[in-house]
């Protein structure tokens, strides 16, 4: 099967996400400045959640790239991805809104894990598919960074219970490492492209 409709259909789910969130964000009733205080935690979160967001549509977008086709366990497995991401925008709000409380926190961890555990179906599906010496099983390795997320997040979990703070902080570190682009499919390609000249 061809995969455009695949990557047509994430990124208006993705966009979809993106504008449910900063709906989430409710305009002050005041014009003073202290009118803003109250949603500092909901705007922390909202750039966190954000930041989550656009990593797992660039990676997204680059994984395909490197990929010629989809079959049926990949379209489930990309919408089980989606599925986790789109309660983002509920999680994110709730705690916000909480201001980084125990329970959302560690819920919001979860999430973060389950979509993590999604992309690596979706990429082990892909690379099922396009066979062990393809492009993306090039570039991926044995997912190192993938690996070291999952272990965080799961840590940022456990440790929710007795600092959610901590926890957040955690969360933050992923993102910070996933933040600097991933080129590992990107110097695949361009040497496998060489490599044809």
Same mark, same amino acid.
């Given at each position: 099967?061809?995969?455009?409709?695949?990557?047509?259909?994430?990124?208006?789910?993705?966009?979809?996400?993106?504008?449910?969130?900063?709906?989430? &964000?409710?305009?002050?009733?005041?014009?003073? $400045?202290? =009118? #803003?205080?109250?949603? /500092?935690?909901?705007?922390?979160?909202?750039? %966190?959640?954000?930041?989550?967001?656009?990593?797992?549509?660039?990676?997204?977008?680059?994984?395909?790239?490197?990929?010629?086709?989809?079959?049926?366990?990949?379209?489930?497995?990309?919408?089980?991805?989606?599925?986790?991401?789109?309660?983002?925008?509920?999680?994110?709000?709730?705690?916000?809104?909480?201001?980084?409380?125990?329970?959302?926190? &560690?819920?919001?961890?979860?999430?973060?894990? $389950?979509? =993590? #555990?999604?992309?690596? /179906?979706?990429?082990?599906?892909?690379?099922? %598919?396009?066979?062990?010496?393809?492009?993306?099983?090039?570039?991926?390795?044995?997912?190192?960074?993938?690996?070291?997320?999952?272990?965080?997040?799961?840590?940022?979990?456990?440790?929710?219970?007795?600092?959610?703070?901590?926890?957040?902080?955690?969360?933050?570190?992923?993102?910070?490492?996933?933040?600097?682009?991933?080129?590992?499919?990107?110097?695949?390609?361009?040497?496998?492209?060489?490599?044809?000249?």
């Amino acid at each position: 099967m061809n995969k455009g409709r695949l990557e047509a259909f994430s990124d208006g789910v993705i966009a979809i996400i993106i504008t449910i969130m900063v709906l989430e &964000m409710k305009v002050p009733h005041h014009a003073e $400045l202290s =009118a #803003i205080k109250p949603l /500092i935690p909901v705007f922390i979160s909202y750039v %966190l959640s954000f930041v989550y967001i656009a990593i797992y549509w660039n990676n997204h977008h680059h994984m395909l790239h490197a990929t010629r086709q989809v079959n049926g366990s990949i379209l489930w497995a990309n919408i089980n991805l989606l599925f986790w991401l789109s309660l983002m925008p509920f999680l994110s709000g709730w705690m916000g809104e909480n201001e980084f409380a125990k329970w959302p926190v &560690m819920l919001y961890g979860v999430n973060l894990l $389950l979509c =993590a #555990i999604s992309y690596t /179906i979706l990429s082990k599906s892909l690379i099922k %598919l396009h066979g062990k010496n393809s492009t993306l099983e090039k570039a991926l390795g044995s997912d190192r960074k993938g690996k070291i997320s999952i272990a965080i997040y799961t840590a940022g979990i456990i440790v929710s219970f007795f600092s959610a703070i901590t926890s957040f902080i955690l969360y933050v570190i992923v993102a910070c490492i996933w933040f600097i682009p991933d080129r590992r499919i990107e110097k695949v390609i361009i040497e496998e492209h060489n490599h044809e000249k």
